[in-house]
């Protein structure tokens, strides 16, 4: 046998072993019992992951799931990492404690936000930063002599989270299914979701009715009981899903003549993944509170934030915010956190992330004319391909048939691409190039041209 064979050997052996033991005892999220693969990722470089079996795949969905704005497999933040273990590896951020990357990343934040946001609370993933602002907004509202306003407002398809509470706001079924009861007071309005606007509005301009809908709402619930709503500048989860000019202004609007708090959750939007700091600012938001995580760290740990105004955080510091995490602050994360800021703006990866939808639209293009495609959407950095089969009934296509797809694109083309629903979702790291952006778009419509009758 020689070096090699050996070498492929004792590979093969390591995959089947970590296969065998991943079907044996690893639960993981939105893994059903039809999904035979066992993909085990053992190594990263730049954009390029290897699985155990030596096999070369191309990350066009962000390490899976909308992250690693910085690629894989950097040493730069491997120092930092070391360096940071060697100096502190943790200590809590309890009462009167805290320690200094915490700090100093609290400060930049508050830099980089919009204006008005300057108090942080860190957690360790974007669930938590949901759990935070929802039950800081219900006790703002307490601790000034409105206990009622408990209500929370979210939308369909929207994406906040796994967790209990966040579970219960986020927009799709499944998430809810065979776990209740679950959170009270949790109600989901209409989305901004133009492709299906004569499904959802009929013939009423669609942010007249999305405004309208919100107002009858809060008459239904009573503005005295509603605490806040969280909404996503874009709809990451729901397919890329851009509201119309004018939708976030009128929307907050309403909200603060009402006295409910607007929570912007940016755990996929922020951090150069549409081509801004805060992707809120831009469309006019204007939130109380921001919840983030995923790019906050590159990926290169677990850390999230709940960013809100001072005018929340005096009154929670005044009373005693009784609610935390064994991780928060953690100088590690936090470390790794300033440095994937730096070199977000050192490598100017912000305006990197429209050069990068720039490559998608053109890329994608072609797909746009394939019976499968019913709706092409580009927002920065990431992409949608809404799959339908009928363009004429847009009926959407079957969610196992887009993971299929994805498979597909997988095992014969090396390309990663994300399932979501009756979605196939690019969110490539933001340190992609354009000959990659075209590959994965070439499998992406090689993948779907398989579904066109007439070939």
Known sequence: MTPRQREKTLRESLATELETLDRRHLLRSMHRGHIDDRVVIVRGKGCTVWDARGNQLLDAAGGGVWLSPLGHGREDLAEVAAQQMGQLEFFTSLLEFSNEKAIRLAARLADLAPPGIERVFFTSGGSEAVETAFKAARLFHHLRGEPDRTWILSRQYSFHGSTYGSGTATGFPPMQFGVGPNLPHVEQLSPAYLYRADQLYGDADPVDFLVRELEETIARIGAGNIAAMIGEPVMAGGGVL?????????MREVLRRNGILLIADEVVTAFGRLGSWFESEARGMEPDMITTAKGIAGGYAALGATLMTDEIGDVLFEAGFFHG????GHPVACALGLATLDIIEKEDLLNKALTIGDWLRSGLAPAAALPAVGDLRVEGSLAALELVTDRQTRVPMDWTAVEQLAFTARRE???????????LVLAPPLVIEEHEVRRAAEA???VLSRLDPTR
């Open 242 to 250: 851009a509201p119309p000019p004018g939708y976030w202004p009128r």
């Open 325 to 328: 995490y064994t991780y928060q």
């Open 413 to 423: 083309h090396g390309v990663i691409v994300r399932p979501y629903g009756h979605n």
């Open 444 to 446: 992406v419509i090689e």
